[in-house]
């Protein structure tokens, strides 16, 4: 399994901008990668993926202004946020699971420590 750090997290104002970075300690080529957020007292809710192939998946809620990618030969995963909002405020974790992407939270065997987005009004 491969190690993850996220960077790049912080305050920003309502409309603003963010990307935050994902850097993992080995080959995630052969990873699907994934972006969670959680908020206290909320479970942790899957806002983008990226398969091997870099085909991406986001939630209806946050298309057009979520956008996920990778660059494999940084071993690096990013998450592009476009006007924020408060309701984005959260901790945003990256993780990775091996082989093909399911659905299934339980199935990401690599998580980071996460990075704090604060989005204020």
């Known amino acids: 399994q491969v190690q993850l750090v996220e960077s790049g997290g912080g305050s920003v104002q309502a409309g603003g901008a963010l990307r935050i970075s994902c850097a993992a300690s080995?080959?995630?080529?052969?990873?699907?990668m994934a972006w969670f957020r959680q908020t206290p007292g909320k479970e942790r809710e899957e806002v983008a993926q990226?398969?091997?192939?870099?085909?991406?998946h986001i939630p209806d809620f946050l298309k057009g202004r979520f956008t996920i990618s990778r660059d494999n030969a940084e071993n690096t995963l990013y998450l592009q946020m476009d006007d924020l909002n408060p309701e984005d405020t959260a901790m945003y974790y990256c993780?990775?699971?091996?082989?093909?992407?399911?659905?299934?939270?339980?199935?990401?065997?690599?998580w980071g420590q996460g990075t704090q987005v604060t989005v204020s009004s």
């Open positions: 993780a990775a699971e091996f082989g093909i992407c399911t659905t299934r939270i339980e199935d990401f065997g690599s």
């Open positions: 080995g080959d995630i080529g052969t990873y699907c």
């Open positions: 990226i398969d091997t192939d870099g085909r991406t």
